[in-house]
Protein backbone atom coordinates (compact mmCIF):
# COMPACT_ATOMS: atom_id res chain seq x y z
CA UNK A 1 0.00 0.00 0.00
CA UNK A 2 2.52 2.41 -0.49
CA UNK A 3 4.27 1.96 2.26
CA UNK A 4 8.05 2.06 2.87
CA UNK A 5 8.74 -0.96 5.17
CA UNK A 6 12.44 -1.12 6.77
CA UNK A 7 14.21 -4.26 8.32
CA UNK A 8 17.02 -3.11 10.68
CA UNK A 9 20.01 -5.23 11.91
CA UNK A 10 22.52 -4.41 14.47
CA UNK A 11 25.16 -6.38 15.64
CA UNK A 12 27.84 -3.79 16.65
CA UNK A 13 28.88 -4.66 19.73
CA UNK A 14 27.23 -7.62 22.12
CA UNK A 15 23.74 -7.42 21.19
CA UNK A 16 22.24 -9.06 17.93
CA UNK A 17 18.97 -7.05 17.20
CA UNK A 18 16.31 -6.55 14.42
CA UNK A 19 14.26 -4.91 14.05
CA UNK A 20 11.39 -3.72 11.13
CA UNK A 21 9.97 0.09 11.26
CA UNK A 22 7.54 1.75 8.39
CA UNK A 23 7.78 4.89 7.21
CA UNK A 24 4.87 6.44 9.44
CA UNK A 25 7.11 5.52 12.32
CA UNK A 26 5.34 2.60 13.36
CA UNK A 27 7.72 0.17 15.22
CA UNK A 28 6.07 -3.21 13.59
CA UNK A 29 8.47 -5.72 15.61
CA UNK A 30 11.76 -5.69 17.44
CA UNK A 31 13.82 -8.29 18.70
CA UNK A 32 17.09 -8.26 20.85
CA UNK A 33 19.27 -11.09 21.85
CA UNK A 34 21.73 -10.14 24.52
CA UNK A 35 24.83 -11.94 25.62
CA UNK A 36 24.33 -11.22 29.10
CA UNK A 37 26.42 -14.74 29.91
CA UNK A 38 29.47 -13.80 28.01
CA UNK A 39 29.43 -10.41 29.75
CA UNK A 40 29.12 -11.87 32.88
CA UNK A 41 31.88 -14.57 32.24
CA UNK A 42 34.61 -12.27 30.76
CA UNK A 43 33.43 -9.09 32.45
CA UNK A 44 33.69 -7.41 29.20
CA UNK A 45 32.85 -7.95 25.62
CA UNK A 46 35.15 -10.15 23.63
CA UNK A 47 35.43 -9.88 19.83
CA UNK A 48 35.92 -13.30 18.56
CA UNK A 49 33.22 -14.80 21.02
CA UNK A 50 30.87 -11.92 20.41
CA UNK A 51 31.38 -12.73 16.36
CA UNK A 52 30.44 -16.35 17.40
CA UNK A 53 27.24 -15.57 19.38
CA UNK A 54 25.82 -13.52 16.96
CA UNK A 55 26.29 -15.77 14.19
CA UNK A 56 24.96 -18.58 16.06
CA UNK A 57 21.58 -16.24 16.88
CA UNK A 58 21.16 -14.15 13.52
CA UNK A 59 19.21 -15.99 11.52
CA UNK A 60 17.15 -16.92 13.97
CA UNK A 61 16.65 -13.10 15.25
CA UNK A 62 16.16 -11.56 12.02
CA UNK A 63 13.28 -14.26 11.04
CA UNK A 64 11.75 -13.66 14.37
CA UNK A 65 11.43 -10.07 13.64
CA UNK A 66 9.75 -10.78 10.45
CA UNK A 67 7.52 -13.03 11.82
CA UNK A 68 6.34 -10.59 14.49
CA UNK A 69 5.54 -8.01 12.19
CA UNK A 70 3.62 -10.40 9.78
CA UNK A 71 5.67 -10.15 7.06
CA UNK A 72 8.31 -11.64 4.77
CA UNK A 73 11.34 -10.71 2.83
CA UNK A 74 9.30 -9.89 -0.05
CA UNK A 75 7.40 -7.29 1.95
CA UNK A 76 10.52 -5.17 2.72
CA UNK A 77 11.49 -1.84 1.01
CA UNK A 78 14.89 -2.08 2.18
CA UNK A 79 17.16 -3.73 4.56
CA UNK A 80 19.47 -0.79 6.68
CA UNK A 81 22.41 -2.31 8.83
CA UNK A 82 24.85 -0.71 11.43
CA UNK A 83 27.73 -0.23 9.52
CA UNK A 84 30.10 1.49 12.46
CA UNK A 85 31.46 2.43 14.57
CA UNK A 86 31.74 -0.85 16.40
CA UNK A 87 33.42 -4.53 16.30
CA UNK A 88 34.30 -5.33 13.05
CA UNK A 89 34.30 -8.94 13.29
CA UNK A 90 30.29 -8.65 14.62
CA UNK A 91 30.01 -5.98 12.42
CA UNK A 92 30.46 -8.04 9.49
CA UNK A 93 28.27 -10.71 10.80
CA UNK A 94 24.91 -8.39 10.28
CA UNK A 95 26.64 -6.42 7.19
CA UNK A 96 26.71 -10.32 5.62
CA UNK A 97 23.30 -10.91 6.60
CA UNK A 98 21.94 -7.73 5.18
CA UNK A 99 23.68 -8.62 2.05
CA UNK A 100 22.38 -11.80 2.23
CA UNK A 101 18.39 -10.96 2.10
CA UNK A 102 18.95 -7.55 0.21
CA UNK A 103 20.61 -10.21 -2.75
CA UNK A 104 18.05 -12.62 -2.53
CA UNK A 105 15.01 -10.22 -2.61
CA UNK A 106 16.75 -7.17 -5.15
CA UNK A 107 16.40 -4.55 -2.14
CA UNK A 108 18.53 -1.96 -1.29
CA UNK A 109 21.24 -1.87 1.86
CA UNK A 110 21.16 1.38 3.91
CA UNK A 111 24.48 1.86 5.99
CA UNK A 112 23.45 3.66 9.63
CA UNK A 113 26.00 5.29 11.51
CA UNK A 114 25.40 3.48 14.64
CA UNK A 115 25.71 6.64 16.61
CA UNK A 116 23.24 8.57 13.95
CA UNK A 117 20.62 6.18 14.78
CA UNK A 118 20.94 6.52 18.60
CA UNK A 119 20.21 10.16 17.86
CA UNK A 120 17.80 9.85 14.93
CA UNK A 121 15.74 7.02 16.64
CA UNK A 122 14.29 9.82 19.18
CA UNK A 123 12.36 11.65 16.10
CA UNK A 124 10.09 8.40 16.16
CA UNK A 125 8.99 9.16 19.87
CA UNK A 126 8.94 13.26 19.39
CA UNK A 127 6.96 14.05 16.21
CA UNK A 128 7.87 17.72 16.80
CA UNK A 129 11.49 17.49 16.94
CA UNK A 130 12.82 19.16 14.03
CA UNK A 131 16.58 20.36 12.54
CA UNK A 132 18.87 21.41 13.79
CA UNK A 133 18.95 19.86 17.51
CA UNK A 134 21.86 19.07 19.34
CA UNK A 135 22.14 15.39 21.03
CA UNK A 136 23.75 14.04 23.73
CA UNK A 137 24.92 9.86 23.12
CA UNK A 138 26.03 8.19 26.24
CA UNK A 139 26.90 4.77 26.08
CA UNK A 140 29.46 2.00 27.09
CA UNK A 141 31.93 3.03 24.15
CA UNK A 142 30.70 6.59 23.12
CA UNK A 143 30.03 9.57 24.87
CA UNK A 144 29.00 12.28 22.18
CA UNK A 145 28.03 16.07 21.95
CA UNK A 146 26.34 16.50 18.64
CA UNK A 147 25.15 19.56 16.85
CA UNK A 148 22.40 18.07 14.34
CA UNK A 149 21.85 20.38 11.68
CA UNK A 150 20.09 18.54 9.07
CA UNK A 151 19.84 14.85 8.28
CA UNK A 152 23.60 13.48 7.68
CA UNK A 153 25.04 16.45 8.86
CA UNK A 154 26.39 16.63 12.41
CA UNK A 155 28.96 18.59 13.88
CA UNK A 156 30.58 17.35 17.02
CA UNK A 157 31.41 19.42 19.76
CA UNK A 158 32.34 17.11 22.09
CA UNK A 159 33.54 13.69 22.92
CA UNK A 160 35.48 11.45 25.37
CA UNK A 161 39.55 11.40 25.63
CA UNK A 162 39.32 8.16 27.01
CA UNK A 163 36.34 6.76 28.18
CA UNK A 164 32.63 6.87 28.04
CA UNK A 165 30.40 7.42 30.96
CA UNK A 166 28.93 3.69 30.34
CA UNK A 167 32.12 1.92 30.85
CA UNK A 168 32.41 3.68 34.28
CA UNK A 169 29.66 2.94 35.26
CA UNK A 170 30.30 -0.77 34.55
CA UNK A 171 33.82 -0.54 35.67
CA UNK A 172 32.70 1.10 39.04
CA UNK A 173 29.83 -1.63 39.66
CA UNK A 174 32.42 -4.87 38.17
CA UNK A 175 35.07 -3.34 41.71
CA UNK A 176 31.77 -3.29 43.96
CA UNK A 177 30.57 -6.95 43.65
CA UNK A 178 27.65 -5.97 41.80
CA UNK A 179 25.55 -8.72 39.45
CA UNK A 180 27.35 -8.61 36.47
CA UNK A 181 24.32 -10.53 34.61
CA UNK A 182 22.90 -7.75 33.49
CA UNK A 183 24.95 -4.80 32.83
CA UNK A 184 26.40 -2.37 35.32
CA UNK A 185 25.14 1.16 34.63
CA UNK A 186 21.37 -0.17 36.42
CA UNK A 187 22.47 -2.07 39.09
CA UNK A 188 24.72 1.03 39.91
CA UNK A 189 21.77 3.08 39.90
CA UNK A 190 19.61 1.35 41.87
CA UNK A 191 22.32 0.90 44.93
CA UNK A 192 23.06 4.67 44.44
CA UNK A 193 19.35 5.61 46.06
CA UNK A 194 20.43 3.86 49.33
CA UNK A 195 23.59 5.70 49.65
CA UNK A 196 24.66 9.61 50.52
CA UNK A 197 26.15 11.25 46.86
CA UNK A 198 28.36 13.54 49.41
CA UNK A 199 29.58 11.08 51.66
CA UNK A 200 32.91 10.39 49.37
CA UNK A 201 34.39 13.56 47.80
CA UNK A 202 35.43 12.51 44.16
CA UNK A 203 36.86 15.81 42.22
CA UNK A 204 34.79 16.35 38.78
CA UNK A 205 36.40 16.26 35.50
CA UNK A 206 38.41 18.43 33.53
CA UNK A 207 37.42 21.39 35.17
CA UNK A 208 39.89 23.47 34.13
CA UNK A 209 39.36 22.31 30.08
CA UNK A 210 36.45 25.05 29.14
CA UNK A 211 35.60 22.66 26.05
CA UNK A 212 32.63 20.09 25.79
CA UNK A 213 34.73 17.15 25.96
CA UNK A 214 34.25 14.23 28.26
CA UNK A 215 36.78 12.49 30.66
CA UNK A 216 35.83 9.16 32.70
CA UNK A 217 39.36 7.63 32.94
CA UNK A 218 40.23 9.79 36.12
CA UNK A 219 37.03 9.28 38.03
CA UNK A 220 37.31 5.37 37.62
CA UNK A 221 40.66 5.53 39.22
CA UNK A 222 39.46 7.38 41.97
CA UNK A 223 36.14 5.08 42.42
CA UNK A 224 38.79 2.13 42.43
CA UNK A 225 40.94 3.93 45.40
CA UNK A 226 37.77 4.50 47.49
CA UNK A 227 37.20 0.85 47.20
CA UNK A 228 40.39 -0.15 48.21
CA UNK A 229 40.59 2.01 50.43
CA UNK A 230 36.99 0.69 52.33
CA UNK A 231 38.57 -2.34 51.98
CA UNK A 232 35.46 -3.60 50.24
CA UNK A 233 36.08 -7.14 48.43
CA UNK A 234 34.54 -7.23 45.30
CA UNK A 235 34.34 -11.53 45.38
CA UNK A 236 31.72 -11.00 48.15
CA UNK A 237 28.68 -10.37 46.32
CA UNK A 238 26.12 -7.35 47.38
CA UNK A 239 23.20 -9.68 48.37
CA UNK A 240 25.71 -11.84 50.84
CA UNK A 241 27.50 -8.17 52.44
CA UNK A 242 27.23 -7.37 56.09
CA UNK A 243 24.75 -3.95 56.56
CA UNK A 244 27.41 -1.24 56.95
CA UNK A 245 29.59 -3.42 53.93
CA UNK A 246 26.51 -2.83 51.84
CA UNK A 247 25.98 0.97 53.00
CA UNK A 248 29.03 2.06 52.01
CA UNK A 249 29.08 0.53 48.80
CA UNK A 250 25.77 2.21 48.26
CA UNK A 251 27.53 5.71 49.07
CA UNK A 252 30.44 4.84 46.38
CA UNK A 253 27.65 3.88 43.85
CA UNK A 254 25.87 7.42 44.66
CA UNK A 255 29.02 9.75 45.57
CA UNK A 256 29.97 8.25 41.61
CA UNK A 257 27.17 8.57 40.14
CA UNK A 258 26.57 12.50 41.43
CA UNK A 259 29.86 13.38 39.69
CA UNK A 260 29.78 11.53 36.46
CA UNK A 261 26.58 13.00 35.74
CA UNK A 262 27.56 16.55 37.00
CA UNK A 263 30.31 16.40 34.20
CA UNK A 264 27.33 15.55 31.57
CA UNK A 265 25.61 18.95 33.04
CA UNK A 266 28.67 21.02 33.00
CA UNK A 267 29.31 20.08 29.13
CA UNK A 268 25.57 20.47 28.42
CA UNK A 269 25.43 23.20 29.40
CA UNK A 270 27.91 25.27 27.84
CA UNK A 271 27.47 23.52 24.83
CA UNK A 272 23.53 24.47 24.63
CA UNK A 273 25.04 27.59 25.48
CA UNK A 274 27.46 28.19 22.25
CA UNK A 275 25.54 25.95 19.80
CA UNK A 276 22.63 28.26 20.29
CA UNK A 277 24.74 31.57 19.25
CA UNK A 278 25.34 29.46 16.00
CA UNK A 279 21.54 28.43 15.48
CA UNK A 280 19.48 30.21 17.44
CA UNK A 281 16.47 27.98 15.90
CA UNK A 282 17.61 25.06 18.67
CA UNK A 283 14.39 24.09 20.62
CA UNK A 284 15.96 20.20 21.55
CA UNK A 285 18.57 18.32 23.01
CA UNK A 286 18.11 14.99 22.50
CA UNK A 287 19.38 12.43 25.20
CA UNK A 288 20.18 8.77 23.94
CA UNK A 289 22.07 5.71 23.99
CA UNK A 290 22.43 3.03 26.68
CA UNK A 291 22.92 5.57 30.17
CA UNK A 292 19.96 7.43 28.93
CA UNK A 293 17.75 5.11 30.73
CA UNK A 294 19.03 6.39 33.78
CA UNK A 295 16.06 8.31 35.46
CA UNK A 296 18.95 10.38 37.73
CA UNK A 297 20.69 10.84 34.61
CA UNK A 298 17.37 12.24 32.89
CA UNK A 299 16.45 14.31 35.79
CA UNK A 300 19.50 16.10 36.36
CA UNK A 301 20.26 16.87 32.42
CA UNK A 302 16.52 17.95 32.59
CA UNK A 303 17.16 20.61 35.09
CA UNK A 304 19.89 22.13 32.88
CA UNK A 305 17.96 21.97 29.13
CA UNK A 306 15.17 23.82 30.92
CA UNK A 307 17.09 26.41 32.59
CA UNK A 308 18.87 27.20 29.23
CA UNK A 309 14.96 27.29 27.35
CA UNK A 310 15.01 24.12 25.61
CA UNK A 311 13.28 21.03 26.18
CA UNK A 312 14.83 17.26 26.46
CA UNK A 313 13.80 14.31 24.74
CA UNK A 314 14.83 10.83 26.22
CA UNK A 315 13.60 7.79 24.13
CA UNK A 316 12.39 4.87 26.12
CA UNK A 317 14.93 3.27 27.20
CA UNK A 318 13.90 0.10 25.18
CA UNK A 319 14.91 2.60 22.60
CA UNK A 320 18.18 4.03 23.97
CA UNK A 321 19.82 1.06 24.46
CA UNK A 322 21.11 -0.72 21.41
CA UNK A 323 18.18 -1.62 19.41
CA UNK A 324 18.47 -1.51 15.66
CA UNK A 325 15.13 0.99 15.50
CA UNK A 326 16.27 3.90 13.59
CA UNK A 327 14.19 7.14 13.24
CA UNK A 328 14.28 7.62 9.49
CA UNK A 329 13.02 10.16 7.73
CA UNK A 330 9.58 9.42 5.94
CA UNK A 331 8.90 10.59 2.89
CA UNK A 332 11.24 12.84 0.99
CA UNK A 333 14.73 10.28 1.90
CA UNK A 334 12.90 7.79 0.67
CA UNK A 335 11.29 9.18 -2.34
CA UNK A 336 13.55 9.24 -4.94
CA UNK A 337 17.19 7.04 -4.48
CA UNK A 338 17.25 5.35 -1.08
CA UNK A 339 20.63 7.36 0.59
CA UNK A 340 23.53 4.99 1.22
CA UNK A 341 25.75 5.46 4.23
CA UNK A 342 24.59 9.06 4.92
CA UNK A 343 27.41 10.00 7.11
CA UNK A 344 30.57 9.62 6.36
CA UNK A 345 32.60 9.91 9.71
CA UNK A 346 34.43 12.87 8.02
CA UNK A 347 31.76 14.31 8.66
CA UNK A 348 32.00 14.25 12.62
CA UNK A 349 34.87 17.55 13.25
CA UNK A 350 35.54 18.62 16.46
CA UNK A 351 34.27 22.37 16.76
CA UNK A 352 35.27 23.38 20.11
CA UNK A 353 38.59 23.51 21.51
O1 LIG B 1 23.89 2.00 23.99
P1 LIG B 1 24.24 0.76 24.72
O2 LIG B 1 23.17 -0.29 24.91
O3 LIG B 1 25.45 0.03 24.05
C1 LIG B 1 26.57 0.71 23.57
O4 LIG B 1 26.52 1.20 22.42
O5 LIG B 1 27.55 0.80 24.37
O6 LIG B 1 24.80 1.20 26.15
C2 LIG B 1 25.27 0.28 27.10
C3 LIG B 1 25.80 1.04 28.30
C4 LIG B 1 26.44 0.15 29.35
O7 LIG B 1 27.66 0.72 29.75
C5 LIG B 1 25.42 0.18 30.48
O8 LIG B 1 26.00 0.00 31.77
C6 LIG B 1 24.83 1.54 30.34
O9 LIG B 1 24.73 1.74 28.96
N1 LIG B 1 23.53 1.64 31.00
C7 LIG B 1 23.29 2.40 32.08
C8 LIG B 1 21.94 2.17 32.46
N2 LIG B 1 21.42 1.26 31.59
C9 LIG B 1 22.40 0.96 30.70
N3 LIG B 1 24.09 3.24 32.77
C10 LIG B 1 23.56 3.88 33.82
N4 LIG B 1 22.30 3.68 34.27
C11 LIG B 1 21.44 2.85 33.62
N5 LIG B 1 20.21 2.68 34.06
ZN1 LIG C 1 24.90 2.00 21.20
Redesign the pocket.
Known amino acids: DGDVVVLGIET????TAAAVVRSDGEILSQVVSSQADLLAKYGGVAPKMAEEAHSKVIDQVVQEALDKAYLTEKDLTAVAVTIGP?LSLCLRVGVQKARKIAGGFNLPIIGIH?MEA?ALVARLIEKDLQFPFMALL?????NLLVLARDLGQYIQLGTTIDD????A??KT?KWLGLDLRR????A??KLAMEGNAESVKFSIPMKQHKDCNFSYAGLKTQVRLAIESKKIDAKIPISSASNGDRLSRADIAASF?RIAVLHLEERCERAIQWALKMEPSIRHLVV??????????RARLDMVVKKNGLQLVCPP?RL????VVIGFQPGPTFSGEIFTSRTPYALFVNLIR
Open positions: SCDDGHHISGGHAIGEYDASGGPIEQSGGVASNQYVPCTDN
